[in-house]
Antibody, heavy 121, light 110 residues
Framework: EVHLVESGGGLVKAGGSLRLSCAAS????????MNWVRQAPGKGLEWVSS????????YYADSVKGRFTISRDNAKNSLYLQINSLRAEDTAVYFC??????????????WGQGTLVTVSS | SYVLTQPPSVSVAPGQTARITCGGN??????VHWYQRKPGQAPVVVVY???DRPSGIPERFSGSNSGNTATLTISRVEGGDEADYYC?????????????FGGGTKLTVL
């Protein structure tokens, strides 16, 4: 059974940094692209970043480019999101999600339960 | 950047059919996926690749996509279907590729 478990969230001051982790199990991690998606309080889902299976291709939303860094360690079955220069608008639940792997699209077939990041001013 | 437009809310009585639309420029040329999000739970894909249904998702959930509108149809709506629904595409038409979500539609079962 596929499991994705996020960790690393918490309360941080504006301008600070956090590193989110996502531990994957139940599938061959190194063959799937992975994603981070967030949802701010009262708002909709917002895609943050994607990384292909071997880290060859990385994509970011314009809202986080230059401040967030996605990475993965296939030996540890883990996905990461380094978040720097945090802003109040980064307050959200952050989900990691697996890409099903269909051609020419991204389909998020499994999601973790999320980890909450709260940025205080 | 590519924009997906959903109605903020849809209301339907139990047993009736709910239709949630997702508008986008020539969205019919893209693969559309639909997610259900209930409070406190992780999102779940209910329809992918326009009209395919993952295992475990009831046949009551179906999708279509043509022209500038994709539609999620939920037949014989039940109280447990009450949730927020999001459409999503992969946009590679600009100079950089992105995942795009619609703003979400709150389905209320009357």
């Amino acid at each position: 059974e596929v499991h994705l478990v996020e960790s690393g969230g918490g309360l941080v001051k504006a301008g600070g940094s956090l590193r989110l982790s996502c531990a994957a199990s139940g599938f061959t991690f190194n063959t799937y692209s992975m994603n981070w998606v967030r949802q701010a309080p009262g708002k909709g889902l917002e895609w943050v970043s994607s990384i292909t299976s071997s880290s060859s291709y990385i994509y970011y939303a314009d809202s986080v480019k230059g401040r967030f860094t996605i990475s993965r360690d296939n030996a540890k079955n883990s996905l990461y999101l380094q978040i720097n220069s945090l802003r109040a608008e980064d307050t959200a639940v952050y989900f990691c999600a697996r890409d099903l792997g269909l051609r020419n699209t991204v389909t998020l077939d499994y999601w973790g339960q999320g980890t909450l990041v709260t940025v205080s001013s | 950047s590519y924009v997906l437009t959903q109605p903020p809310s849809v209301s339907v009585a139990p047993g009736q059919t709910a239709r949630i639309t997702c508008g986008g420029n020539n969205i019919g040329s893209k693969s559309v996926h639909w997610y259900q999000r209930k409070p406190g739970q992780a999102p779940v894909v209910v329809v992918y690749d326009d009209s395919d249904r993952p295992s475990g998702i009831p046949e009551r959930f179906s999708g279509s996509n043509s022209g500038n509108t994709a539609t999620l149809t939920i037949s014989r709506v039940e109280g447990g279907d009450e949730a927020d629904y999001y459409c999503q595409v992969w946009d590679s038409s600009s100079d950089h590729s992105t995942v795009v979500f619609g703003g979400g539609t709150k389905l209320t079962v009357l």
